[in-house]
């Protein structure tokens, strides 16, 4: 006996019980049925497939330990590697009594565990404290990243606020502040997965991203002459500019608040460091290697990188190539090999970013991530102390919702829900949020069924390595049809890069010119 109840109550959470006796469902099901709707399956397998396909919707699983073809440990690795161990719990429903065993299974995420022969009353007990348990632990979660989310969104804004009126005084859009914070994220991330020695976390990660917006803050002490002269500086003036650096991290630094804080502690390190080189060569201090800290070491980089590529009162914009070929061929300055590896290995995605012009804004779904590491890792014992914990963490991660007149997007797949930018939505007819796109009448009177599968097609095709696809088709876009460009960025799941865990993406009109973006870095 396999599957669900035919009587199923939707009301009702659902309950999966695994296990290849069908004597042991059969008693279970009789202890939980009046309250739960059940699931049976009746091997491992059976069981992986049933969570593939409704794993949103199971509020517990109970899965023996001893079956044959693939027991209850292997189907606890699945559940891990999916993640749906993340939301889903699990009992362990055995006779074995080995330690070990046991110990492993708790290892791979368990979170209680029954002995057979089963106690209708233990059972039942034990099943309702599992589910509050979990169900509780998501509220506090969901509680506590709503609060993060919105102060991180006002902080956020009163940085870029600051660090942009460096940037007009430059006379400057203010754009390079918003890519220094893309590419140092985009560097980091890599570095973090290829070096594991290194300690960066989301979090960490987070809040160098977000401290680099300060990176320049000391220019405001700059004579707007020299800022802005068009040839180049005499030595004098140079020296001048040269202090920006060891101005701003006094700035910092002089803070009568926020001394402890993590986010200022980075903000000063990567203010008075990010023009030091690898060699010695920099300044304001002449530090070499490790010397420099990481955090200003990456966001070294990705300032020059984007000073290149950006257009400047004394040159025109280098394309990515022949920057990324300056960079490597120490036309620049020398830096860590490490970070020049993680340049090189992500030059595809960088090379997406110069057409960018929204900052990587924490979405929800980030702050919920970090949250929950949080609350996974630390010793926390009230929401008031984790909020306290997670406030001095939260910084950067990703795409922000546009704030610009664009058509922008992100498309998530667990759920199966497409978000559009809501100027993009406005001008296409489409609500801002729209579940299983796929099956959409109203995004296919848009873009026809034809195109979203090629779109899907291209996407698919993307990899790790090569995350970029492109794309031209017919959209309608105020009731009219007009040829675009779709560039859609692949996102990869943490642990496994075989899996997309969305989709990011910007819609352009095929037509248009490619714009050069005038942008200030030293």
């Given at each position: 006996?396999?599957?669900?109840?035919?009587?199923?109550?939707?009301?009702?959470?659902?309950?999966?019980?695994?296990?290849?006796?069908?004597?042991?469902?059969?008693?279970?099901?009789?202890?939980?049925?009046?309250?739960?709707?059940?699931?049976?399956?009746?091997?491992?397998?059976?069981?992986?497939?049933?969570?593939?396909?409704?794993?949103?919707?199971?509020?517990?699983?109970?899965?023996?330990?001893?079956?044959?073809?693939?027991?209850?440990?292997?189907?606890?690795?699945?559940?891990?590697?999916?993640?749906?161990?993340?939301?889903?719990?699990?009992?362990?429903?055995?006779?074995?009594?080995?330690?070990?065993?046991?110990?492993?299974?708790?290892?791979?995420?368990?979170?209680?565990?029954?002995?057979?022969?089963?106690?209708?009353?233990?059972?039942?007990?034990?099943?309702?404290?599992?589910?509050?348990?979990?169900?509780?632990?998501?509220?506090?979660?969901?509680?506590?990243?709503?609060?993060?989310?919105?102060?991180?969104?006002?902080?956020?804004?009163?940085?870029?606020?600051?660090?942009?009126?460096?940037?007009?005084?430059?006379?400057?859009?203010?754009?390079?502040?918003?890519?220094?914070?893309?590419?140092?994220?985009?560097?980091?991330?890599?570095?973090?997965?290829?070096?594991?020695?290194?300690?960066?976390?989301?979090?960490?990660?987070?809040?160098?991203?977000?401290?680099?917006?300060?990176?320049?803050?000391?220019?405001?002490?700059?004579?707007?002459?020299?800022?802005?002269?068009?040839?180049?500086?005499?030595?004098?003036?140079?020296?001048?500019?040269?202090?920006?650096?060891?101005?701003?991290?006094?700035?910092?630094?002089?803070?009568?608040?926020?001394?402890?804080?993590?986010?200022?502690?980075?903000?000063?390190?990567?203010?008075?460091?990010?023009?030091?080189?690898?060699?010695?060569?920099?300044?304001?201090?002449?530090?070499?290697?490790?010397?420099?800290?990481?955090?200003?070491?990456?966001?070294?980089?990705?300032?020059?990188?984007?000073?290149?590529?950006?257009?400047?009162?004394?040159?025109?914009?280098?394309?990515?190539?022949?920057?990324?070929?300056?960079?490597?061929?120490?036309?620049?300055?020398?830096?860590?090999?490490?970070?020049?590896?993680?340049?090189?290995?992500?030059?595809?995605?960088?090379?997406?970013?110069?057409?960018?012009?929204?900052?990587?804004?924490?979405?929800?779904?980030?702050?919920?991530?970090?949250?929950?590491?949080?609350?996974?890792?630390?010793?926390?014992?009230?929401?008031?102390?984790?909020?306290?914990?997670?406030?001095?963490?939260?910084?950067?991660?990703?795409?922000?919702?546009?704030?610009?007149?664009?058509?922008?997007?992100?498309?998530?797949?667990?759920?199966?829900?497409?978000?559009?930018?809501?100027?993009?939505?406005?001008?296409?007819?489409?609500?801002?949020?729209?579940?299983?796109?796929?099956?959409?009448?109203?995004?296919?009177?848009?873009?026809?069924?034809?195109?979203?599968?090629?779109?899907?097609?291209?996407?698919?095709?993307?990899?790790?390595?090569?995350?970029?696809?492109?794309?031209?088709?017919?959209?309608?876009?105020?009731?009219?049809q007009k040829r675009c460009k779709i560039v859609c960025l692949s996102m990869w799941a943490d642990d496994d890069h075989s899996r997309r865990d969305s989709v990011v993406g910007k819609v352009f009109d095929a037509e248009d010119a490619v714009q050069n973006v005038k942008v200030s870095a030293v």
């Amino acid at each position: 006996m396999s599957g669900e109840n035919f009587a199923a109550d939707p009301r009702k959470q659902k309950i999966l019980i695994v296990d290849d006796s069908e004597m042991n469902r059969c008693m279970l099901a009789d202890i939980l049925e009046d309250d739960y709707d059940i699931i049976q399956a009746e091997s491992g397998i059976q069981a992986v497939a049933i969570l593939k396909e409704r794993h949103l919707e199971i509020a517990l699983v109970m899965l023996d330990m001893v079956m044959p073809e693939m027991d209850g440990l292997a189907v606890l690795e699945v559940m891990n590697k999916q993640r749906w161990i993340d939301n889903i719990p699990v009992i362990m429903i055995s006779a074995e009594s080995s330690a070990g065993y046991i110990e492993q299974a708790y290892d791979l995420g368990v979170t209680d565990y029954i002995k057979r022969p089963f106690d209708a009353i233990s059972v039942h007990r034990r099943v309702i404290n599992t589910i509050m348990l979990y169900a509780n632990q998501k509220k506090l979660v969901g509680l506590v990243a709503d609060q993060i989310y919105e102060k991180e969104k006002s902080t956020n804004l009163m940085i870029n606020i600051l660090s942009h009126v460096v940037e007009f005084r430059n006379g400057e859009s203010g754009l390079h502040v918003i890519h220094v914070q893309n590419i140092t994220r985009i560097i980091l991330e890599k570095y973090a997965e290829k070096y594991k020695d290194s300690g960066l976390t989301e979090a960490s990660i987070s809040t160098i991203s977000l401290a680099s917006s300060l990176h320049d803050i000391g220019k405001i002490s700059i004579p707007e002459s020299i800022l802005n002269k068009p040839g180049k500086l005499t030595d004098e003036e140079f020296a001048i500019m040269k202090t920006h650096s060891s101005v701003g991290a006094s700035m910092l630094e002089s803070l009568s608040f926020g001394s402890n804080d993590p986010l200022i502690k980075v903000a000063y390190e990567v203010s008075r460091w990010h023009h030091e080189r690898h060699d010695g060569r920099g300044y304001p201090d002449r530090l070499e290697g490790d010397q420099i800290p990481l955090s200003a070491q990456a966001v070294s980089v990705a300032d020059v990188y984007d000073a290149l590529t950006s257009e400047r009162v004394y040159k025109k914009a280098f394309s990515h190539e022949k920057a990324m070929e300056m960079i490597l061929g120490g036309e620049c300055g020398t830096f860590n090999p490490r970070i020049l590896e993680c340049l090189k290995e992500t030059s595809d995605v960088l090379k997406a970013t110069l057409n960018l012009t929204t900052t990587d804004h924490l979405s929800p779904r980030g702050v919920k991530n970090i949250t929950e590491e949080i609350l996974k890792n630390s010793n926390l014992y009230s929401a008031g102390q984790t909020l306290n914990n997670l406030e001095s963490e939260i910084a950067k991660h990703r795409f922000l919702e546009s704030i610009s007149r664009e058509i922008q997007f992100e498309y998530n797949s667990d759920p199966s829900i497409l978000n559009i930018s809501a100027w993009g939505a406005k001008k296409l007819g489409l609500p801002e949020s729209i579940s299983e796109p796929k099956n959409s009448g109203e995004l296919k009177a848009v873009i026809s069924e034809k195109c979203l599968n090629e779109l899907t097609e291209a996407v698919y095709k993307t990899t790790f390595e090569q995350p970029v696809a492109e794309y031209e088709c017919d959209i309608k876009i105020c009731g009219e049809q007009k040829r675009c460009k779709i560039v859609c960025l692949s996102m990869w799941a943490d642990d496994d890069h075989s899996r997309r865990d969305s989709v990011v993406g910007k819609v352009f009109d095929a037509e248009d010119a490619v714009q050069n973006v005038k942008v200030s870095a030293v």
